[in-house]
């Protein structure tokens, strides 16, 4: 493994070395406070229960551009007229970026990666140059990949929709799409691949067969499995969630509405759920009720860490920074038995006023920190029992009796009915919500 501090022969990220931890003492920006990969934490380190992963996309390849200006930041990477030159000095910075902050993973889209060529041919030649160059930097920096996935959004071809598109020839081009970013991730050993369904959905129903349009991604996602596993691909298919943006409505709007679907169309199990916590208050709901509904339908694979922001109803993507939704998310994670094949993926980007070269470290320092310290809390939470016991509690009436019998579903209607004539009115018992908040904020003001 190289000890240069950086990958190729060009440093990208000069005057900032490999990011230490330093504990919460320290005043050095650019040290983590509460992340100790090392830490053991119930039987595992921090880094093997987080899973911490960089995103190509926002990191590497956002300019800071928004729909009333240009990019804020230019980048050393893209100074070449060649775009596969732009795209391997890209790459080197990503490695760089990676090792010296200390994420284990990191995750793609094809196009971040590699240009699109003229041609299908010609873009699947310029991924798989990429893929032999990551492959080697991966080789070097002991770099691993939680995912890859497509963008099949970004081209204009993609406006009606990629697998839901009503020109088939449309569907056929992310067909291609899809196929090569499996190869790519089959060859550098992803653990996972994802679905984002940028604009599968519709803009206006006038225009659009749901139905249709529904069993066609249905149909996409199964040859997209089966070509997978065809290939040699043993990890987990993921479908995040979004209701929207950029289209009116998406069709995986929330984890219900894709678990709900992926049962019906037989991809449980082979698919789970990439949940990102923006996407979930976008949907209306928290980052943990998308979390456990997941949990609950055993299909909880992944998470994209980032956020949003409470005044305005848009995907921001800012960097996770809140202790209190980290640790309520740890602990569903932890309640299920942790990540799989899944980690944390920082799904996010530093504000367009951020210009610095550090602010894309600090970003994700603080978020590093961020969960590092959910994970405590959430540990703490389970290992005193402190809400797992009342919450046993409260259903604890289902455990023996005729509660047991109606759970196991041994009654019927008018034995209910009896029951409640026979037992009378049923006493009050309190939610303790109150006492229940109050507790958690003891466990967030803990230190550990
Ligand atoms: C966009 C999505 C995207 C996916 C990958 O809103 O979060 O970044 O994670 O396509
Ligand atoms: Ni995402
Ligand atoms: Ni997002």
Redesign the pocket.
Known sequence: MSTSPYIGDREYFPGIGKIAYEGPESDNPLAFKRYDANKRVAGKTMAEHLRYAT?Y?HSFCGDGSDPFGPGSRSYLWNDSSDPMTNARQKMDAAFEFFTKLGTPYYCF?DRDMAPEGDSVAQSEENLFAMVELAKQRQAETGMKLLWG?A?AFSNPRYMNGASTNPNFDVVAHAGAQVKAALDATVALGGENY?F?G?REGYISLLNTSTKRELEHMARFLTMARDYGRSIGFKGTFLI?P?PM?PTKHQYDFDAQTVIGFLRHHGLAGDFQL?I?AN?ATLSGHTFEHELQLCADAGLLGSI?ANRGDAQNGW?T?QFPVDLYDAARGMLVVLEAGGFKTGGLNF?AKVRRESTDNEDLFLGHIGAMDTFAHGLEVANAIIEDEALSAPLAQRYSSFDSGAGKDFADGKLDLAALRDHAASAGEPEKISGKQEQLENLVNQYLLKSF
């Open positions: 995103c996309w889209h996935t963008n994802v984002w940028g995040e979004k943006e990439n990102e996407h994209d995907d993507d799904d």
